[in-house]
């Protein structure tokens, strides 16, 4: 079977840029830059034969066509997240997010102990700037944050 599919760089960059409405979150969610995710939208676009986004002043604004393609593209991306989690090996690693203050003031003394505990366990940590106080576990890598 031969699949006429866009190329996925592409489809993920328009993801990310719809779920953020911002080219800019997305480019940091995917780690490249915001003119690399500007460049992946205009590819689908050729792609497809349309806008997929408006911009308002600065505001970001998904199109028609884009919103129709939005929910089962997401749902193909969480499809094929659960099917290569089933191959993953690292599930004896739990990955932790939180805000660098909270992680040197008190949760570097508490892991420690909990590796003292638990030698055979792996724990990664992002100790990062938070300025919302939430995380999308769905799109996110983390365990617990």
């Not at 995710?37 to 034969?49: A, C, K, N, P, Q």
């Not at 593209?73 to 090996?89: I, P, Q």
């Not at 203050?101 to 909990?114: D, E, G, I, Q, V």
Request: charged share 30%; glycine share 2%.
């Amino acid at each position: 079977m031969n699949r006429r599919l866009p190329p996925l760089y592409a489809l993920r960059a328009f993801e990310a840029a719809a779920r953020h409405a911002s080219f800019t979150r997305a480019a940091e969610e995917l780690a490249i830059t915001q003119s690399a995710v500007s460049r992946h939208i205009r590819t689908l676009e050729d792609y497809f034969g349309c806008r997929l986004f408006e911009r308002r002043g600065r505001v970001l604004q998904l199109t028609d066509p884009a919103r129709a393609l939005l929910p089962g593209l997401s749902e193909g991306f969480d499809a094929l997240e659960r099917a290569s989690a089933a191959l993953r090996t690292d599930d004896q690693v739990l990955r932790l997010k939180a805000p660098s203050t909270l992680t040197m003031r008190w949760l570097l003394a508490r892991l420690s102990h909990f590796r003292l505990a638990n030698p055979d366990s792996e724990v990664q940590l992002t100790s990062a700037w938070m300025d919302v106080d939430k995380v999308d576990f769905r799109h996110e890598p983390f365990d617990c944050a």
